[in-house]
């Protein structure tokens, strides 16, 4: 079982930067793929990024230029560093993996842009 906690979020201006954090739990954090999604009031939830365990990339078209996702296996860490933030940033922000067809997700954080 992995269990992923979500850090970072916050109040921030439009053209700001944040840092988001995601803490997964075990031992096996370098073979897992890492995802970051967002939900914004009233919208279902998207994908914003993904990272593969060696580290390839990809980017929703809304996040790519302005948002980097990154990890750092020995810390068990997964990161999505945000900037040129906008008001339709505002969202949710999940950390999502998946391991032998269970899927796990954190608790969410929230990002606030202010216009």
């Known amino acids: 079982q992995v269990q992923l906690v979500e850090s970072g979020g916050g109040l921030v201006e439009t053209g700001g930067s944040l840092r988001l954090s995601c803490k997964a739990s075990?031992?096996?954090?370098?073979?897992?793929?890492m995802s970051w999604y967002r939900q914004a009031p009233g919208k279902e939830r998207e994908w914003v990024a993904r990272i593969t365990g060696v580290g390839s990339k990809d980017y929703a078209d809304s996040a790519k230029g302005r948002f980097t996702i990154s990890r750092d296996n020995a810390k068990n860490m997964a990161y999505l560093q945000m900037n040129s933030l906008k008001s339709e940033d505002t969202a949710v922000y999940y950390c999502?993996?998946?391991?032998?067809?269970?899927?796990?997700w954190g608790q969410g954080t929230q990002v606030t842009v202010s216009s």
């Open positions: 075990g031992r096996i954090f370098s073979v897992l793929p």
């Open positions: 999502r993996t998946y391991f032998h067809g269970e899927e796990y």
